[in-house]
T-cell receptor, first 115, second 111 residues
Framework: GAVVSQHPSRVICKSGTSVKIECRSL??????MFWYRQFPKQSLMLMAT?????????EQGVEKDKFLINHASLTLSTLTVTSAHPEDSSFYIC???????????FGPGTRLTVL | SQKIEQNSEALNIQEGKTATLTCNYT??????LQWYRQDPGRGPVFLLL?????KEKRKERLKVTFDTTLKQSLFHITASQPADSATYLC??????????FGKGTRLHILP
C-alpha cells in the first residue's frame, strides 16, 4: 500500500506559540488529504479536508484561523496550530487519498503537547 | 445526528479462539463500511472494506459482515494470536469519501 509520513512525530511547545505539522505522501500524489484529531480513548475526529491548490474545507466547530492548512503540492499538506493552548494537546493524524487504490492511507500521527 | 457505536470498549479473548467485534450505526446510509487496526501512538491501518451491497468479505483470518437492515457490522478474527492485540476501529465512508470513525474496541489476546 501507499505510504504517508508525518513530521514531527511528537512536539512539546509553550502556550501561545505556533506549531507546524507536515504530512507527506511518499510514493503517490494526493490531491486530497485529511486532518484528524484524536483525544485519549476517543475516536478520530475529522478536522478538515485539504485540497491541493485550493482552500481547505473545515468541519463544523473547527476554527479555520486557529488550524491553518496549506496543501501547496500534490505530496505535501501542512497543519499549523496557531497560538496553541493546553487544550490543543492531542494526537493529530493526517491521511492522503490514493486514487489508484481508491483508499485513504493514514500517517503515523503527531503527538502535540502544549505546556 | 450520525452515530457509530462499537459495543465493547475492551475485549479479552483467549489465544486460538475467534474474536468478534460489533459495530452499530444510526442515522446513516454509508456507501462503505471499513475496519482499521490502530496500535498505541500510531495512525490507523486499513484492514477491510465492505460495500453496502455485500454481505460478507474475507481476508486471511479476518471476516467482516455487513447487515444494512440491522445497521450492523461484525468483525471476526479467527485463530487469534497475541500479535492481534490492538484497537480496532469501525468506520463509515460516505459518498463524498469522508470517513467517520467509531471509538474503537481494545482487543487483548491472552496467551
Amino acid at each position: 500500500g501507499a505510504v504517508v509520513s508525518q513530521h514531527p512525530s511528537r512536539v512539546i511547545c509553550k502556550s501561545g506559540t505556533s506549531v507546524k505539522i507536515e504530512c507527506r505522501s511518499l510514493d503517490f500524489q494526493a490531491t486530497t488529504m485529511f486532518w484528524y484529531r484524536q483525544f485519549p480513548k476517543q475516536s478520530l475526529m475529522l478536522m478538515a479536508t485539504s485540497n491541493e491548490g485550493s482552500k481547505a474545507t473545515y468541519e463544523q466547530g473547527v476554527e479555520k484561523d486557529k488550524f491553518l492548512i496549506n496543501h501547496a503540492s500534490l505530496t505535501l499538506s501542512t497543519l499549523t496550530v496557531t497560538s496553541a493552548h493546553p487544550e490543543d494537546s492531542s494526537f493529530y493524524i493526517c491521511s492522503a487519498w490514493d486514487l489508484s487504490y481508491n483508499e485513504q492511507f493514514f500517517g503515523p500521527g503527531t503527538r502535540l503537547t502544549v505546556l | 445526528s450520525q452515530k457509530i457505536e462499537q459495543n465493547s470498549e475492551a475485549l479479552n479473548i483467549q489465544e486460538g479462539k475467534t474474536a468478534t467485534l460489533t459495530c452499530n450505526y444510526t442515522n446513516y446510509s454509508p456507501a462503505y463500511l471499513q475496519w482499521y487496526r490502530q496500535d498505541p501512538g500510531r495512525g490507523p491501518v486499513f484492514l477491510l472494506l465492505i460495500r453496502e451491497n455485500e454481505k460478507e468479505k474475507r481476508k486471511e483470518r479476518l471476516k467482516v459482515t455487513f447487515d444494512t437492515t440491522l445497521k450492523q457490522s461484525l468483525f471476526h478474527i479467527t485463530a487469534s494470536q497475541p500479535a492481534d492485540s490492538a484497537t480496532y476501529l469501525c468506520a463509515l465512508r460516505s459518498g463524498d469519501d469522508k470517513i467517520i470513525f467509531g471509538k474503537g474496541t481494545r482487543l487483548h489476546i491472552l496467551p
